[in-house]
């Protein structure tokens, strides 16, 4: 397992853009798979985008798809998520997770995913 911490959450209007961070340590990092997830209160929590191993491969949620970027730095253990165009509804607490192994289309799932930081909340006003 990895321990995950999340930084960047904060509150912004409607089309503004935010970039959250995550700081992995643990002795296996680089064989784990980073991703983000966002939960509401009384929700699921629910996939948003996730990179492999080497940041070669990335699968984002339609919900986000063409307004979100993840992408990983290996030389310092950061997972970031690059959010543009925000919209009310993508208020939520957002969690860093990790998994060891690659990923694949059926790895969205939250049990798929093993290491999970505390989470920050982003909340988007109209």
């Known amino acids: 397992q990895v321990q995950l911490v999340e930084s960047g959450g904060g509150v912004v209007q409607t089309g503004d853009s935010l970039r959250l961070s995550c700081a992995a340590s643990?002795?296996?990092?680089?064989?784990?798979?980073l991703g983000w997830f966002r939960q509401v209160p009384g929700g699921e929590r629910e996939f948003v985008a996730i990179t492999s191993e080497s940041g070669s491969r990335t699968y984002y949620s339609d919900s986000v798809k063409g307004r979100f970027t993840i992408s990983r730095d290996n030389t310092k253990n950061t997972v970031h998520l690059q959010m543009d165009s925000l919209k009310p509804e993508d208020t939520a607490i957002y969690y860093c997770?990790?998994?060891?192994?690659?990923?694949?289309?059926?790895?969205?799932?939250?049990?798929?995913?093993?290491?999970w930081g505390q989470g920050t909340q982003v909340t988007v006003s109209s």
């Open positions: 997770a990790g998994r060891q192994g690659t990923i694949t289309p059926t790895t969205t799932t939250r049990r798929s995913w093993s290491s």
């Open positions: 643990g002795r296996t990092v680089t064989r784990h798979s």
